[in-house]
């Protein structure tokens, strides 16, 4: 299976998170498309506005839910670790999982569930290899705040953080093709595409990956 070429974006009405754009990059218009853990909808609303896609959602949080509904879009409550069992196999086209991953129970399993639901699986998530992580680390001893974990360890919903490199071993145990992958700095600017991981390990602060299944 490779994946499908994809147009870049036409301008856009309003100014998505650099990392949504991303994601959204790596989506053909008109699929079907699963955001799991889709918050308030921005990245919903991205995808069908720029790429005519058929988008549903699940969100944890009722005001979540709510606040997508009021949008218009297709959303439902539901939770990643318990919920993904009930999809059918291929039921969509994409299934997208934005700075989410870090907060489920069970990350292996969510996304091989992810793999089982869609063709192509989508995976955002805060890179802890980066460099100011490390140092705040060394320095301070303390569990690191920064743009992308902004929250302090006793009030973050996240449980289970990792590294860009710790990712990449988890498609490979997983047997996992690996279509696309950027990493972004903290400008939101992709590191440099054909350098080592443990480079992008180093300098980028977030990853977006296309996977899918290996045939």
């Known amino acids: 299976m490779v994946a499908p ?33 889709c918050g308030d909808g921005e990245l919903l609303r991205l ?22 509904v009021a949008k218009g879009l297709a959303v439902i409550q539901g939770d990643a670790d318990v919920d993904l069992v009930d999809y059918p196999d291929d039921a969509f086209d ?34 802890f290899g980066h460099w100011r992580i490390r140092l705040q680390l060394l320095t301070r001893g303390r569990m690191p705040v920064t743009e992308n974990l902004s929250q302090s360890w006793y009030e973050t919903p996240n449980i289970h953080f990792c ?32 350098a080592p991981w443990w480079f992008w390990n180093m300098f980028g602060e977030q990853a977006v990956f296309l996977l899918s299944r290996r045939v």
């Open 163 to 194: 590294t860009i490199r710790d990712f990449v071993e988890l498609v490979r145990q997983l047997n996992t093709k690996m279509e696309r992958a950027v990493a972004l700095n903290g400008r939101g600017r992709p590191v440099r595409l054909h």
């Open 5 to 37: 070429e994809t147009p870049p974006l036409p301008p856009m009405q309003f100014a998505p998170r650099i990392d949504l754009v991303v994601v959204a990059e790596m989506v053909a218009p008109g699929a079907r498309v699963l955001d799991v853990g």
């Open 47 to 68: 995808l069908a506005e720029t790429r005519g896609v058929d988008g549903r959602g699940i969100e944890i949080s009722r005001e979540g839910v709510n606040y997508c």
């Open 94 to 127: 994409y299934v997208i999982l934005s700075q989410t991953l870090q907060a489920t129970r069970h990350p292996r399993k969510v996304l091989e569930h992810m793999l089982r639901i869609g063709r192509y699986a989508v995976v955002s998530f805060p890179n």
